[in-house]
């Protein structure tokens, strides 16, 4: 019996040592093989998404639009939700049988790095698809080492909303986009009556493009052009922390931690001035808020014209076995149908600019923020997050020690020194990683 | 062939016979064995020892699922061992939960359980209320208690029900997950609304406390809390043994309730099962996850060795 044991555990750590090995190098020497699936030709693409019901009306409703150009490709779309998308998606291209099409956002790094995706460059060549007609951040958010990796499909900007009758009440101007920081800042004081909990501010807070949307228009950045240095500690970035921090707790002009309400959204309820936060807001306050006047304005400027990215796109994995077939896809939903189709919702801004820029965007509906254009001007001055393979650890260094900053009151000094001692850790095993 | 011959013959085949039904019998009956064990045994392997033993493996390894393991000998451990912003803080967090959280809820479990065990009107209701927090559990209950124990401390500020029943009674509430102070209490209070779980093993326990010993006990001139302490306590201290272990075991593996109620700053309530979870799943590095897995695994085993070595000391066993 205790020998049978011995067995069993040796052929339990073979058979780990050859799984594990096994997964990895399937993954990494996928590498060269070319697609099958001539254009033309019949072909059936796997396509992964997430999101809900919404999301799938309007895949199916591109895929309409689709069959009746290409009817001989086949398209499964595959509905992922979102909460355990980045685990299957990482999964499958591990196990070196990826979906043909994956929808991906900041995590599209740590696969472009790995070497799992294909280069999209040489399509867009070939198709004559100039890269110049999409938002230059939706781009660029997606290229790795220059190369393009996906194509944007949707994308938005930290946007600032405002409560005009707040604003009328204290005979402020509303927001322009010219305006400044400073500006800003005179006017949520204005606005902020702790004693009836109004704020010229609704929450801010680590989330990075929360903190992002101050440092880099103040000038500063998270990490340097490269993105191997630590940054956020220079004078320009620590100001802008700082800038937070005093909003909190010196002005009080935007709510702390306990101040906030759990279930209540403080935007909508009419008890901030402004909010800085995501262009959904825009449908939502179409739909919910009756009793104000609101409007939205690009984020303030500092230094710079700076608000941060949201998007996601399409890639193609290399082992794909049906790359050319999964590129007309990719084509005709980051192309002028597929971006029409989006434009229709209203919400998020299509990448691909002729579109952005019609009234099949720009004309909103009933009750529109009187300044909806201003989502143009906003996807202008965008710029893409700086993802690395170690993002989603940096976002946690950022959550903790500006999390200490902002809910907890500690020195600006201080909690940066850590996190640099945090992050050039995580940046050294990226570097150890992308090798 | 004379007769006695054939009659040994006879019964030496009968013998072999015998033999060689018996064998094909123990046969049958270790094939059954395997056959029957099999569901068990092959879950057992497939789903408890094979990732037991790959995470011990993957401890000495760096993987992040997409390129091959790379061997790195006990670096994880080294890196764990210094890393203080998350580690050592949610070792911590998850020690309080266990030195505060576990005898209060053996206290209060006991309390409750001891109330729930007179022979009152209607016993069989309270007994389902206090039953039922055990029954709704998960996520939805806890995202009501995050509601519940909104601070709302600003002036004109509406609380949470809870701050609002202190308000009445001029107690300002804390801030609760708002504050690094109240953030963690806030976590052990959720659990003990579910404390009146605990009766399942509570009552069989006072039940079966001898009545001839209280009865002698009150006799003697013992008063209620002399009985309590002096007879009932020590007859269920294999109850409390057995509450103690899993109590500690459980703690150890807090992980619903500071990830659906964290605190401003998730450092603050986060637990050794939060940590593990985000470096295997958020992060994907699978050896370091694994290497915490281990630490964890480590840290069980040593507190329920020492726990049932100091056990013989005060528990008693009626058999004894």
């Known amino acids: 019996m205790k020998k049978s044991w011995r067995m069993l555990l040796a052929m339990l750590l073979v058979t780990a040592m050859m799984f594990s090995a096994g997964c990895g190098g399937s993954a990494d020497t996928g590498g060269g093989a070319d697609s099958g699936g001539e254009p033309g030709k019949a072909a059936e693409v796997s396509f992964s998404y997430w999101g809900g019901d919404f999301d799938k009306a309007r895949m199916e409703k591109i895929y309409e639009e689709f069959k009746k150009v290409h009817p001989e490709i086949k398209v499964n779309l595959i509905q992922i939700p979102s909460d355990g998308y980045e685990q299957k998606q990482l999964a499958t291209m591990a196990a070196g049988n990826p979906y043909d099409v994956v929808q991906l956002a900041e995590s599209f790094y740590s696969y472009a790095s790995k070497g799992t995706l294909e280069d999209l460059t040489p399509y867009l060549e070939r198709d004559g698809i100039d890269t110049s007609d999409y938002y230059d951040a939706a781009i660029r958010a997606y290229s790795y080492q220059d190369k393009v990796m996906a194509m944007p499909m949707r994308m938005g900007t930290m946007i600032l909303l405002y409560n005009k009758n707040l604003f009328d009440q204290h005979g402020l101007q509303y927001p322009s986009d010219e305006w400044t920081w400073d500006d800003f800042y005179a006017a949520a004081k204005t606005i902020t009556d702790p004693k009836n909990s109004i704020f010229g501010l609704g929450g801010v807070g680590s989330w990075w493009a929360s903190y992002q949307t101050w440092v880099y228009s103040y000038g500063g950045s998270l990490l340097s052009e490269d993105r191997t240095q630590f940054t956020l500690d220079s004078p320009e970035a620590k100001k802008a922390i700082q800038t937070i921090q005093d909003m909190i707790w010196k002005d009080n002009i935007a709510p702390q931690a306990s101040q906030l309400l759990q279930g209540v959204d403080m935007w909508t309820s009419g008890k901030v001035g402004m909010i800085i936060d995501g262009p959904w807001h825009i449908l939502s306050s179409q739909a919910n808020i009756k009793d104000f006047d609101w409007d939205i304005a690009p984020v303030p400027k500092g230094a710079k014209e700076a608000s941060p990215l949201f998007s996601n796109a399409f890639a193609i994995p290399k082992l794909s076995k049906n790359k050319e077939a999964a590129w007309e896809v990719v084509k005709f939903w980051t192309g002028e149908t597929g971006q029409k189709i989006l434009a229709a919702e209203h919400g998020e801004i299509p990448p691909l600019k002729s579109v952005a820029e019609s009234d099949a965007y720009l004309n909103i509906g009933d009750n529109p923020p009187a300044n909806f254009k201003s989502q143009l001007t906003s996807a202008q001055r965008a710029f893409a997050p700086q993802a690395t393979v170690k993002w989603d650890e940096i976002n946690r260094a950022a959550d903790t020690y500006l999390g200490q900053i902002f809910n907890e009151q500690r020195s600006v000094d201080d909690a940066l020194a850590e996190m640099k001692i945090e992050v050039d850790r995580l940046l050294e095993e990226a570097k150890q990683l992308e090798q | ?320």
């Open chain 2, 1 to 320: 062939m004379p007769r006695f011959l054939h009659k040994t013959n006879d019964l030496e085949g009968s013998i072999m016979v015998k033999t060689r039904r018996a064998r094909s019998l123990a046969k049958r009956e270790s094939r059954n064995f395997w056959l029957y064990t099999s569901p068990w045994i092959i879950g057992f392997v497939a789903f408890t020892a094979f990732p037991f033993l790959s995470s011990f493996i993957l401890s000495f390894m760096q993987w992040d699922v997409l390129s091959p393991p790379k061997f790195v000998g006990i670096d994880n451990y080294v890196q764990l061992s210094q890393d203080k912003t998350y580690f050592w803080k949610d070792l911590n967090n998850t020690l309080y939960y266990a030195l505060i959280g576990v005898p209060l809820t053996i206290i209060l479990g006991l309390a409750v359980s001891v109330l729930l065990s007179k022979p009152i009107r209607g016993i069989n209701f309270y007994r389902i209320v206090f039953y039922l927090p055990a029954v709704f559990g998960g996520v939805a209950v806890l995202k009501l208690w995050t509601y519940l124990l909104s601070p709302g401390t600003g002036d004109g500020m509406n609380p949470g029900l809870i701050n609002a029943m202190l308000g009445w009674f001029g107690i300002q509430g804390p801030g609760w997950s708002q504050d690094p102070h109240w953030a963690k209490p806030a976590v052990l209070l959720v659990g003990l609304w579910g404390v009146g779980g605990s009766m399942m093993i509570w009552l069989p326990a006072l039940a079966s406390v001898p009545k001839d010993l209280l009865e002698a006990g009150e006799i003697d001139g013992a008063n209620r809390f002399q009985r309590f302490w002096r007879i009932t306590v020590p007859l269920i201290t294999p109850a409390i043994f057995f509450q103690l272990t899993m109590g500690i075991i459980g703690s150890f593996q807090i992980f619903m309730e500071p990830v659906i109620m964290p605190g401003s700053s998730k450092t603050w309530t986060d637990s050794l099962m939060v940590v593990l979870f985000d470096n295997a799943f958020r992060f994907y590095k699978m050896g370091y996850a694994s290497a915490i897995a281990w630490v964890i695994f480590i840290m069980i085993m040593l507190v329920t060795l020492v726990n049932l070595y100091f056990s013989r000391r005060w528990v008693y066993y009626e058999s004894k």
